[in-house]
């Protein structure tokens, strides 16, 4: 099973492209996961935010392979512990589907893009910048996978 992150967004500062590698690097032998960057749609005076997100959905839409297992980062969605997560991790290999995991730009997903979503994850009602939650994402797989291996990672 591989996985993708989509993550709608520019650049991310240095400090979270670091911790991100980190983590992924951690993760490769349990979950290979890669990070696609899809650019936001354009925003500003005089635009129009609703174009902006059905652009940015249709590049996610793009980004998604087919077949996979999509979970769509979103604040309404279910919230889970560590521990829920690696119950869920353990559930989404036995269905040897790849895994795409989707964070939405600065207004959340399109409605499209929820539509097709086959799950819906929350973590957590914060409001939190969207290139930090690409952190925590990773983070937490990481410590999901960890979890499944018993290895040491988790202190609960």
Not at 19 to 47: I, N
Not at 121 to 146: D, F, K, N
Request: hydrophobic fraction near 45%; glycine fraction near 8%.
């Amino acid at each position: 099973m591989k996985a993708k992150l989509i993550a709608t967004g520019e650049r991310a500062p240095a400090w979270v492209a670091q911790g991100f590698a980190d983590y992924q690097k951690r993760l490769s032998h349990w979950l290979p996961l890669e990070l696609v960057e899809v650019e936001p749609g354009l925003r500003g005076k005089g635009r129009d935010p609703k174009r902006a997100i059905e652009e940015e959905g249709k590049r996610v839409q793009a980004a998604i392979a087919k077949g996979a297992y999509v979970v769509a980062l979103d604040v309404p969605g279910k919230q889970l512990s560590s521990e829920q997560l690696a119950v869920r991790m353990e559930h989404w290999r036995g269905q040897g589907r790849d895994m795409v995991f989707l964070i939405g730009g600065p207004e959340g997903h399109a409605p499209d893009v929820v539509a097709l979503a086959d799950e819906k994850w929350s973590i957590g009602p914060l409001t939190l910048p969207h290139m930090m939650v690409r952190l925590i994402v990773v983070e937490q797989l990481y410590r999901a996978c960890a979890m499944l291996a018993n290895h040491p990672y988790h202190r609960a």
